[in-house]
C-alpha cells in the first residue's frame, strides 16, 4: 500500500490541504489518516472510496501503480 499512501499525500499536496484538513474533510480522526498517509495501514474498501470521493479522485488512481 505504499502507492496508496504516496497517491494520498499527493493528492493533498494538489489540493493545497494539510493531512488534518483532509483528514477533517474526510470525516476521519487525524492519527487515523495519518496511519493511511504513512503506509502504516490500509482503509478498508468503504472508507478508500469515500477518501477518493472527498478528495476529488477515484480509488483506482490512489492504488493504481505507475
Known amino acids: 500500500m505504499d502507492i496508496f499512501a504516496k497517491r494520498l499525500r499527493e493528492r493533498a499536496k494538489q489540493l493545497g490541504i494539510s493531512n488534518a484538513e483532509a483528514a477533517r474533510r474526510i470525516g476521519l480522526d487525524e492519527r487515523r489518516y495519518a ?32
Not at 493511511?36 to 488512481?61: F, H, K, M, Q
Open 35 to 66: 496511519h493511511y498517509a504513512s503506509g502504516r495501514r490500509e482503509p478498508d474498501l468503504a472508507t478508500l472510496v469515500n477518501i477518493a470521493e472527498i478528495l476529488g479522485t477515484n480509488p483506482n488512481w490512489l492504488l493504481e501503480r505507475v
